[in-house]
């Protein structure tokens, strides 16, 4: 879950807030997910949404680091 917070943490910080909003709120609610199973014991969906929550952190990331270069153009 760490990795997932980390991950959204850099999106957020790369401007992923404005360039890739949708993929960045989707990472928030997985991980939203993902603790709230955790704390009902659902391990097993706690990781699958963390990995999720990741995922599509990285998918903000890359979208805002897109949209970065291509402004840059």
């Given at each position: 879950?760490?990795?997932?917070?980390?991950a959204?943490?850099?999106?957020?910080?790369?401007?992923?807030?404005?360039?890739?909003?949708?993929?960045?709120?989707?990472a928030?609610?997985y991980?939203?997910?993902?603790?709230?199973?955790?704390?009902?014991?659902?391990?097993?969906?706690?990781?699958?949404?963390?990995?999720q929550?990741?995922?599509k952190?990285?998918?903000?990331?890359?979208?805002?680091?897109?949209?970065?270069?291509?402004?840059?153009?």
């Amino acid at each position: 879950m760490s990795d997932a917070r980390q991950a959204i943490a850099v999106a957020r910080e790369a401007g992923a807030t404005t360039s890739a909003g949708d993929e960045l709120a989707e990472a928030e609610r997985y991980l939203e997910s993902a603790e709230d199973k955790l704390q009902r014991r659902l391990y097993q969906g706690a990781r699958q949404d963390a990995m999720q929550a990741k995922n599509k952190a990285l998918e903000a990331l890359a979208a805002s680091q897109n949209a970065v270069t291509d402004h840059e153009r």
